[in-house]
């Protein structure tokens, strides 16, 4: 079975700054999808940013850009240039591409406080 | 990007009642919905999955004669707690996805409260 394993339960950065969030996962496949989801105190989930592992191209979104390293099984997600409105609870999400269901495997994911 | 909205995003009801949540996706058409439950500080803990008509499939642990899920269409699915107790309030998160995503898109949420 999969697993996505979040190390950092918070973070802290300073407006501005730049921080990074690491996420690694265990699969045995060699398809699938990774997110980054982004949960403010409203609690509407929304995605920040996706990977296909097919891809070698590290997905980028403005000032939000990840490291996947799929021998690694790692897949880290850096903001840029901080603002206050970065604060939130932040998961890791993987998808299978291959069987046949879109269920998300989450991680336990990291609080980030933004630091004015 | 794709909309999905929750209806009630709170809601209050006594022990022993049945409170429905309903989940829409608003412009498109979701082959498959996920149903989530999340306590507070803690991760998304998926509850069943539902393709349009057909049953949902639960999660190992998630009793399904007491969280009743339908998808009756492809934009409408609908999670009821029957028989509701204290131990049930909790923060229920609905997503959806279609053939052709490879992302869920999420519902803003209900916060139920059993008193």
């Known amino acids: 079975a999969q697993t996505v394993t979040q190390s950092q339960p918070e973070m802290s950065v300073q407006e501005a700054e730049t921080v990074t969030l690491s996420c690694t996962y265990d699969t045995s496949e060699s398809d699938y999808y990774l997110f980054w989801y982004k949960q403010p105190p409203s609690r509407q989930m929304i995605l920040v940013i996706r990977q296909e592992a097919y891809k070698q191209q590290n997905a980028t979104e403005n000032r939000f850009s990840v490291n996947f390293q799929k021998a690694a099984k790692s897949f880290s997600l850096k903001i840029s240039d901080s603002q206050l409105g970065d604060a939130a609870m932040y998961f890791c999400?993987?998808?299978?591409?291959?069987?046949?269901?879109?269920?998300?495997?989450f991680g336990t994911g990291t609080r980030l406080k933004v630091l004015a | 990007g794709a909309v999905v909205s929750q209806h009630p995003s709170r809601v209050i009801c006594k022990s022993g009642t049945s409170v429905k949540i309903e989940c829409r996706s608003l412009?498109?058409?979701?082959?498959?919905m996920f149903w989530y439950r999340q306590f507070p500080k803690k991760s998304l803990m998926l509850m069943a999955t539902s393709n349009e008509g057909s049953k949902a499939t639960y999660e190992q642990g998630v009793e399904k004669d007491k969280f009743l899920i339908n998808h009756a269409s492809l934009t409408l699915s609908t999670l009821t707690v029957t028989s509701a107790h204290p131990e049930d309030s909790s923060f229920y998160i609905c997503?959806?996805?279609?053939?052709?995503?490879?992302?869920?898109?999420f519902g803003p949420g209900t916060r139920l409260t059993v008193t």
């Open positions: 997503s959806a996805s279609t053939s052709g995503l490879y992302e869920q898109y």
């Open positions: 412009d498109f058409q979701a082959t498959t």
């Open positions: 999400a993987y998808r299978s591409a291959t069987s046949g269901t879109y269920k998300y495997i």
